[in-house]
């Protein structure tokens, strides 16, 4: 699974990202989730970060992929528990085929933050 930027409609038409978001995040040293805010006045409006994660072999070139908006109200929700920490559930996933060379330029990318623009 790898966290990158993405376009998303439904955040589009909510004029989404704005301050105070909430998203998940998977990655970092320990390959885990984390819940982040939004520190910034306003994002790239329906830029916002999102989850892929392979879910079928190459195909003729293709993989299948998994590809879910990481806002909190769109592709997940996310709740604070009592104590501190977070609770994050994934309600919503769309299928797409991608070109394998496409895969593994997400894949192969690191990045050493996340910063919504």
Known sequence: ????TSFCKSCYQKGRPTHDDV????GGTKQGYRVETNEQTRGKRGFTPHLFEKIE??????VVVKKRCAMH??????QSVEGGGHTYYLVRDTIIN???????????FTDSGYEIY
């Open 73 to 78: 109200g769109c592709g997940v929700i996310v």
């Open 57 to 62: 072999k190459v195909k003729a070139g293709m």
């Open 23 to 26: 998203y998940l995040l998977y």
């Open 1 to 4: 699974m790898v966290c990158r």
């Open 98 to 108: 991608m070109k394998l060379k496409d895969w593994l330029g997400l894949t192969k």
